[in-house]
């Protein structure tokens, strides 16, 4: 039988009812398209472009001197959570010169990951306010790249969070651990819609 004709696989539009949509921000090279990338059960879309040297007058490379490449609109990805519900995902790139797609990415989002490189710890200032500015319920991850460990104390006064958003650790480039940073995020709006207020579980780092 001809493979055109025996194909009867349902076209990726209608295998669900909803769709959900997240938002990965943050600051210039801290793991964004590595977290997509790694929980994504798609090939992610993305929009990497080799960097060059007239960008280096642009985008502050000094404290990510091995990063080749770097994200020039956004990367996106897919998981199914069940036969009705799927999960997109987009990653923003974090530039300050692309600050002005995030407007376009956070609307209609479910809320948002502020991925934090803690060797970088100002990079994120911006993120955070724009998304207290929206209004959108986020949490904060960070990245483990092997530096300084810093207790969850030491990043909340860093960063002027608020008690109520929960920070946790990760690792970007592993899918276990990036499932749980996703799974924190949404289990971190449900008590918003409830009213709940966190639990001292949150507390990961």
Known sequence: MDSATSDTRTPLGAQA????????VGGFGVGKTTLVRSVSEIRPLSTEETMTQAGETVDDITEVRGKSATTVAFDFGRI???????LYLFGAPGQERFWF????LFSGALGA???LDTRRIDDSWYAIDRLERHGMPFIVACNDFG????TPEEVRAALDLDPHVPLVACDARSRASAKQVLIA????????HAGQAPTSEQELV
Do not use: F, M, S, Y
């Open 185 to 192: 995020l949404v289990e971190h709006v449900q008590r918003l």
């Open 80 to 86: 199914t959570l069940d036969a009705r519900n799927v």
């Open 147 to 150: 530096g300084p460990r810093h």
């Open 17 to 24: 009812d909803n769709g959900l949509k997240i938002v990965v």
């Open 113 to 115: 990951v502020v991925l």
């Open 101 to 104: 797609l995030w407007d376009r």
